[in-house]
């Protein structure tokens, strides 16, 4: 260490510098967050590797920028949901219409519980799909990724009340889908 650097900070004459966040540690401690969040949002399975390589390219240049490290996870959140966003007016104006793919089987468990794993998943994203962005941005937030709803709120730039207001617009819209689906017997349970 410089010696005038450490005799500063032994004086208490300058500030100790922050603890840098290295993308490297970023993207490996938080891809599988983006990409959850990415599909949760409504990306298609076949967009969601090249959306999360936009997203840290997103992180790589605002990285120095982030203030507040503790807040790392609404951050990325936000940049996913923008992202997603712009996937979707994309995807609007190519007049495509979002279907969710079928993942894979893997080999852990029996076929019908893939299948049943597979179909209530379906619905999970079909209905996401059709929540207006910011009920679906308030409600994984909260309801998938767990995050306090102050968090939330600050991720989404809105008031406090206001996020709670809409997760619980979400709550309905999804519960009123599933009645429906249950009374037309598109979901057995």
């Given at each position: 260490?410089d ?9 208490g004459r ?13 993207f490996?401690?938080h ?5 959850r969040t ?17 997203v840290?390219?997103?992180v ?8 507040n ?5 609404s951050?990325l959140?936000?940049?996913?949901l923008?992202k ?14 979002a ?10 468990q ?6 049943v ?25 909260y ?6 709803m ?7 730039e ?5 996020a709670?207001?809409?997760?619980y ?6 519960e ?14």
């Amino acid at each position: 260490m410089d010696t005038s650097i450490g005799e500063e900070l032994e004086s208490g004459r300058a500030d100790p510098l922050p603890v840098a966040l290295e993308l490297v540690d970023v993207f490996d401690a938080h891809a599988t967050y983006v990409g959850r969040t990415l599909r949760c949002l409504g990306v298609r399975e076949r967009e969601v590797a090249d959306a999360i390589q936009e997203v840290f390219l997103v992180v790589h240049r605002r990285l120095p920028e982030l203030r507040n490290p503790s807040a790392l996870r609404s951050w990325l959140y936000a940049i996913c949901l923008r992202k997603a966003m712009s996937l979707r007016r994309k995807a609007a104006r190519r007049r495509e219409h979002a279907v969710p793919e079928l993942p894979e089987a893997s080999d852990e468990q029996t076929p019908h519980d893939e299948l049943v794993r597979t179909r209530a998943l379906a619905v999970a994203l079909e209905i996401l799909g059709d929540l207006d962005d910011e009920k679906r941005a308030v409600f994984v937030l909260y309801e998938v990724e767990q995050l306090p709803m102050s968090e939330v709120a600050a991720a989404i730039e809105v008031p406090l009340q206001t996020a709670y207001s809409r997760l619980y617009a979400a709550r309905r819209e999804i519960e009123r889908r599933l009645l429906r689906m249950k009374a037309r017997g598109q979901v057995d349970r």
